[in-house]
């Protein structure tokens, strides 16, 4: 597979809610963790996106994540759906499946994305 099409379909999936069960886990690093967390994520460019074939790893920077958080309170009722967005750069891994295709599976964050209102 050509690095440029392994950067293509990775900037997908990660556009996709394909791999949102990866930003949950990744976001766990982050304050207050995953809680309240309705919605996830990203606008990924193939450019922003390095890979490593033979490792089965990327890299991606200046990547922006969109979060739709619970703020104040988990019901309809008590609580405000709160917008917002962070630029993050991380890592992670793929698998081949079959010739012309892969599947991502980790993301990482680096660093610690911080939701508003801590």
Known sequence: MLIDRARELIASQMNSGEVMEYWFEALEESDPAHYG??????????????????????AYASVTLFIKARMVGSSDKNGVDANFSETVSGRGTFEFVGRDNLKITSIQIDGIVGLPGE
């Open 37 to 58: 967390l309705d919605d996830v994520g990203t606008a990924a460019e193939m450019q922003s996106i390095f890979v490593e074939i033979h490792e089965g790893t990327f």
